[in-house]
């Protein structure tokens, strides 16, 4: 673990700002959460492709309304407003779509990011980043907020549960947040970019894709229900809406993310 003092930098808005026009980035210093900001921006109008950055969340939430906190200036807090006119049935994939265009990216910048379905971004078993999609309405028709939470210079000290980790914890040094996040939007808006114009073929190469590389197919997992059921079995793949197939003692069963309280890996 590294033992480093991280220097957690101010995001420099000049790389930020490049990205324009196909995504505007508003950087706040310190906000509640940034999907209620983008929500906010949505239901006023704001066009596709609105970023709003937060150096400080305080009161952010993933998935089932579970908090999430870190010290200033530690993470990649951001969320990114989008307007698909993709069939809504297809909708369920933007946030698997999201976890592997940032798993990509993150890879390519030469950390070993894998993908827990849906969307959690683990380094070995341990969570650095989390993903929560949300669909709205507006006055311009529905919308998704994409929020992203990063770990980036997070010390062993500063994790708030022993299953998490950073970027700066896996490699031992600090990164440059702002080549961190030009690295992630670019990554998201491409993969973004090619389903929605892509059709079918491109929806089936996303679910060759993501399966391919997410590292909670092929192995046994325990899969907790809402009202404390609980379903076991080898995850053998992801249908075709984006749910984990689960092969279990009755035969296989699919799960969305929506139905689903947690997932484990049961083999380890």
Partial sequence: MTALPMRRPS???????????????????TTTSTNAVATDRARAGAPEGLVVVAEHQTAGRGRLDRSWQAPPRSSVIFSLVLRPVV?????????????????????AEGYDVGVKWPNDLL????????ILVERIETPDGPAAIIGVGLNVSLTPDDLPVPTGTSLAIASGAEPDRTAL??????????????????????ASHLRTSYAAGCVTVGRDVRVDLPGGSVLTGRATGVDP?????????DGE??????????????DR
């Fill in 123 to 130: 380094i070995g078993d341990r969570k650095v980043a989390g």
């Fill in 181 to 202: 996040l030009v690295a992630l939007l670019r990554s998201l808006q491409e993969a973004y970019d090619v389903w929605q114009v892509g059709g079918s073929a491109a």
């Fill in 11 to 29: 995001l420099d808005p000049s790389p930020l700002a490049a990205l324009a026009p196909d995504l505007v980035v508003e950087i706040l210093g």
């Fill in 87 to 107: 069939p809504l049935a297809s909708w369920p994939w933007l946030p698997l779509l999201t976890g592997h265009a940032l798993g990509k990216a993150l890879r």
């Fill in 241 to 249: 809406g984006g749910r984990l197939v689960v092969a279990g003692p």
């Fill in 253 to 266: 069963t699919a799960v969305g993310a929506g139905d689903v309280v947690h997932v484990r890996a049961t």
